[in-house]
């Protein structure tokens, strides 16, 4: 299965493709700087520079020409400003699904964030702002004709990995590894399980693969 990541030297994207390709799939990472392909290659997967900020449907749907799956793993990072939360952590996403239907990839998994829903439309805070980006851009998901799944987080540790979680349309705050964060991810590509479902992803006593074929 070849499998390309948005974001792809973020942190959770590589620990994925790790996963898948240990797996036998074929990760490709979209990076923005080709200085990290290095890195993309060390984990496992096939590196692809694309700028989702600055692109447009044709260049990225070639891209994913003969993918079986897309993910959504970027973000515009905690240093940058309001602006590039919607350039990117909105309209990248928007981009992606609209280059996954112009290249016929059904299958597309959003990272979103816990609460994205309950942002201050008002407000400019940074954070808030990066709420309604992400809310937003699960809305434009969810309305397309596409095997979707909106995996929403809770608060991310780099501690190692448990292989337990818990996941729920609302779970409550709690913290996860990005470790395992990673390991629903290619549990859900892998197995096809969650089309359909948005769901919050926290730290817990069920094992991930009995987590993801339960949704």
């Known amino acids: 299965m070849r ?18 390709a240990d797996a036998g799939h074929r990760p490709v990472g979209l990076i923005r700087n080709p200085a990290q392909g290095g890195d993309l290659v060390a984990a496992g997967a096939e590196p692809a520079v694309v700028d989702l900020e600055h692109s447009d449907v044709d260049t990225v749907a070639a891209l994913l020409s003969g993918a079986d799956a897309v993910v959504f793993a970027a973000g515009a990072g905690p240093n940058s400003g309001a602006a590039r939360k919607l350039t990117l952590d909105r309209d990248g996403a928007v981009l992606l699904a609209d280059a996954a239907e112009r290249a016929g990839v059904r299958r597309y998994v959003m990272v979103s964030s816990m609460g994205a829903d309950t942002f201050d439309a008002g407000s400019e805070d940074v954070f808030q702002v990066y709420q309604r980006a992400k809310s937003e851009a699960d809305a434009d998901l969810r309305r397309r004709d596409l095997d979707w799944t909106v995996v929403r987080p809770g608060g991310l540790t780099d501690e190692a990995p448990t292989g337990r979680v818990r996941v729920a349309v609302e779970t409550g705050r709690g913290t996860v590894p990005r470790a395992d964060v990673a390991a ?5 590509l892998s197995t096809g399980a969650g089309v359909g479902a948005q769901f919050e992803l926290v730290s817990g006593d069920t094992p991930v693969a009995e987590a993801v074929a339960a949704l």
């Open 3 to 20: 499998v390309v990541i948005a974001g792809g030297h973020g942190q959770i994207a590589l620990l994925t493709a790790r996963l898948l």
């Open 184 to 188: 629903v991810l290619a549990a859900l």
